[in-house]
């Protein structure tokens, strides 16, 4: 077990709603990053939050919105959800400076998009 | 083509036998992680690496730098082995971007 915990596990949304995830980091850790993860694919990074600050990010349109907060924790807001949206959701989180800063992955948040 | 590239895509194998799964990556990394993913998601961090290789437990990971490479290995496979074993590279540009492969789908029979 890592330390990091995603809620929910499942959620069933329909088409135009707005989903927000949440993930609480492992203690100590400063970096949370989201992933996507489509069936059969790997995961595509979508953004990343350092010290409450976005700080980084991939090929997602600005309706995906995160927030870091003081205490590490982190959400994943998605407006205007899209069939294409259903997917795993996988935050990991990670100890910004150390030289072999490994992320520490959750459970995943399991979306369906109808 | 994709930036990380895994091969091969299926795998299956008898219990007992030596698995080698690859990764070739075509940009500037700092890290290369192996990951372990089980049916349902969860997402295991097996090793990260930089240079040279890891050994921790049946698996062994290399990488070399040069060639944009890496190998994981499994020895003495068992059926709990079989899951996604995932490839990610981080990205030297600055941005702590990781960047996925698709994964090698792992099946180990009895």
């Known amino acids: 077990e890592t330390g990091v915990t995603q809620s929910p596990t499942h959620l069933i949304k329909t088409r135009g709603q707005q989903v927000t995830l949440r993930c609480s980091s492992q203690s100590g850790h400063n970096t949370v990053s989201w992933y996507q993860q489509a069936l059969g694919q790997g995961p595509q990074f979508i953004f990343q939050?350092?010290?409450?600050?976005?700080?980084g990010r991939g090929n997602f349109p600005p309706r995906f919105s995160g927030l870091q907060f003081p205490n590490y924790s982190s959400e994943l807001n998605v407006n205007a959800l899209e069939l294409d949206d259903s997917a795993l959701y996988l935050c990991a989180s990670s100890l910004r400076g150390r030289r072999q800063e490994t992320q520490y992955f959750g459970p995943g948040t399991r979306l369906l998009v109808l | 083509k994709n930036e990380v590239e895994q091969s091969p895509q299926n795998l299956t194998a008898q219990e007992g036998e030596f698995i080698t799964i690859n990764c070739s990556y075509s940009v500037g990394i700092s890290a290369l992680h192996w990951l372990q993913q089980h049916p349902g998601g969860g997402i295991v961090s097996l090793f990260m690496?930089?240079?040279g290789k890891k050994k921790h437990g049946r698996l062994i990971a290399t990488i070399n730098i040069q060639e944009k490479h890496s190998s994981l290995h499994i020895t003495a496979s068992h059926p709990r082995d079989s899951a996604v074993y995932i490839c990610a590279v981080r990205s030297s540009s600055g941005t702590y971007k990781y960047i996925f492969g698709t994964g090698t789908r792992l099946k180990v029979l009895a």
């Open positions: 690496l930089s240079s």
């Open positions: 939050y350092y010290r409450e600050e976005e700080n």
